[in-house]
């Protein structure tokens, strides 16, 4: 057992207990952290001039050198079907996904941990590290509003004063929709997967671990998340063969720290979204209009590959060009959450593919009420944006997102039926 503490410069103090569950593949072991080195007596290398996928490779090492063996056995497991696809939406802990909890670290081992996440995703304001740290910073809110909730001690943070808070994650509005409706667990977790966290909120509350063995050669995936937040990237040969899948989601939508800071998480997500649909004439809309409704994004936890097999709405081939380069702006953010310079590449190829590619959205476009959706489908790229009624802060939607690739998904390393 370790004590499990918030993730620092993120969040206030909590403290409890973690207990750590098994039911995922081992690769290797690791190191002592009173030596630095490893089972072996090695210390792993690090070349703090390193740079692209070699500088993210001696970060991980970097982390790799603060943790003990016991520790390394939870980060470093096998590249399998079974590990790369255990991720959820949900705030499950260790039970739905693998990993060492960073709230049980040292304070030298989160910092490697978090040096290692600003190397490896991009550099932007609102996406990449920045943006994954608002996500967590608002599990901090939803611990906060469960916690005031369930003591009736008053009301919610500043951006929730006329809602109302659940203590139940699973709560959630009646489904409106054909697809999957709720927050709730769609699936059984990972064997064994028993661990503490489970259907809890806070910033330490995210999981980290390696699929493979970091090296600039091989092939290896960092796979990091946790409450509305999943990173997948995946390594080969000395580069980046997969960003996605990338699902990234938030209650609440907006909020303001006790230093009067305002956070917005998903802002650049929505307004491309926004502009894009609202570019759309009337007869466009019409085409680009779907028939079903959802309450939730298609693509997520649990259903890799299940892309429908018929592209449905508007073809961005039929859009102007300015409409285009719009759609274009829309997937950026998303794809924003790895390297900067992967990301530009992978623009390209999106960009490349763009007549080939539809826009689509279900219920209205101003993605403020439960069921708006809207969706962009390419022979490469698959992004979905979809408005949910609040869980945990009740009278307030909250968004769920997933950033998909047909083809580059886990980096191409498994086939899905």
């Known amino acids: 057992m370790r004590t499990r503490r918030t993730w620092r410069g993120i969040a206030g103090a909590v403290t409890a207990v973690v207990l750590v569950g ?36 001696s970060a991980a090492n970097a982390f790799l050198n603060t943790l003990d063996a016991d520790q390394q056995a939870e980060v470093l497991l096998e590249l399998t079907e079974a590990n790369a696809t255990a991720w959820s939406n949900l ?63 008053g009301p919610a943070p500043s951006d929730t004063a006329s809602s109302t808070a659940s203590a139940d994650p699973s709560a959630t509005a009646a489904p409106s929709s054909t697809s999957t409706a709720t927050d709730a667990p769609t699936g059984a977790p990972p064997s064994g997967g028993t661990g503490g966290g489970s259907f809890g909120y806070g910033s330490g509350l995210y999981y980290m671990a390696f699929l493979g063995t970091p090296s600039a050669d091989g092939t290896w995936q960092l796979h990091f998340g946790g409450h509305h937040l999943a990173v997948d990237l995946t390594y080969k040969k000395g580069k980046v063969a997969g960003a996605s899948p990338f ?102 190829t999106y960009a490349h593919e763009l007549n080939e590619t539809y826009v689509a959205y279900s219920g209205d476009t101003a993605l403020d009420t439960q069921g ?13 944006f979809v408005c949910q009624n609040g869980l945990v802060i009740q009278g307030k939607v909250h968004y769920h997102t997933v950033y998909r ?9 498994f086939t899905f039926s």
């Open 91 to 153: 705030p499950c802990g260790s039970s739905c996904r693998p990993g060492i909890e960073l709230g049980s670290l040292s304070d030298t081992q989160l910092a490697a941990a978090v040096q290692l996440l600003k190397v490896a995703t991009g550099t932007g304001k609102g996406s990449g590290y920045d943006q994954i740290q608002q996500i967590i910073k608002a599990d901090d809110v939803l611990a906060s509003v469960q916690a005031t909730s369930s003591a009736g001690t």
């Open 372 to 384: 708006d959706y809207v969706r962009i489908d390419g022979p490469g790229v698959w992004v979905e």
């Open 247 to 348: 699902f990234i989601g938030v209650e609440p939508t907006s909020w303001t720290d006790d230093d009067g800071t305002t956070y917005t998480p998903l802002e650049e997500q929505r307004n491309g979204m926004l502009a894009l649909t609202g570019s759309l004439s009337t007869e466009q809309l019409a085409t680009a209009k779907l028939s079903a409704t959802y309450n939730d994004v298609l693509l997520g936890p649990g259903q890799d590959g299940q892309f429908p097999e018929t592209k449905e709405g508007i073809k961005v081939s039929e859009l102007s060009p300015k409409q285009q380069k719009l759609v274009l702006k829309a997937i950026y953010p998303w794809v924003a959450n790895v390297d900067d310079a992967t990301a530009k590449k992978l623009m390209k």
């Open 22 to 57: 098994g039911g995922f593949a081992v690769a290797n072991a690791s190191t002592d952290t009173q030596t630095g080195k490893s089972a072996a007596g090695v210390k792993r290398p690090v070349d703090k001039k390193a740079t692209g996928t070699k500088a993210v490779v």
């Open 405 to 413: 690739d047909h083809t580059r998904d886990y980096g191409s390393e």
